[in-house]
């Protein structure tokens, strides 16, 4: 666990936050300044500080934040209409939080282009 890092807080307990699901492997919670009806941040509970440090050893965790986006995309009621993931990375990816999130965004229709 990183001290400074909001989303290792959230993940260990250490902060107040909207969890929605925590296994061994990772936290869901909700966005606070979330951008749509439906704003949800999936993390490793081990500090990654983006895609870019991510290892082949963590192949088998990505592929469970994405289990855990359906899953909850499902839960949440907006899998068959559909939704948006979306992992910045980097300043110019938009990233602001350095501990590596998956977005999982929804609940309307989503505008395009992308930036
Ligand atoms: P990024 O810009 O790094 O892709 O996304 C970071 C996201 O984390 C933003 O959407 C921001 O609203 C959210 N966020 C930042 N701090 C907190 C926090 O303390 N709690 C929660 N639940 N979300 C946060
Ligand atoms: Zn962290």
């Not at 666990?1 to 989303?7: K, L, N, Q, S, T």
Request: charged share 15%.
């Amino acid at each position: 666990m990183v001290d400074a890092c909001i989303f290792c807080k959230i993940a260990n307990n250490k902060t107040q936050s909207t969890t929605l699901y925590h296994d061994e492997q990772v936290t869901a919670f909700r966005d606070t300044h979330p951008v749509a009806p439906t704003h949800i941040l999936i993390i490793p509970n081990k500090h990654i500080q983006s895609l870019n440090e991510l290892l082949d050893e963590d192949k088998s965790l990505i592929g469970h934040m994405f289990i855990v986006a359906r899953q909850i995309a499902a839960q949440e009621g907006i899998h068959e209409g559909g939704y948006r993931i979306i992992v910045n990375t980097g300043p110019d990816g938009g990233q602001t939080v350095f501990h590596l999130h998956l977005h999982l965004i929804g609940g309307q229709r989503m505008r395009h282009p992308l930036g």
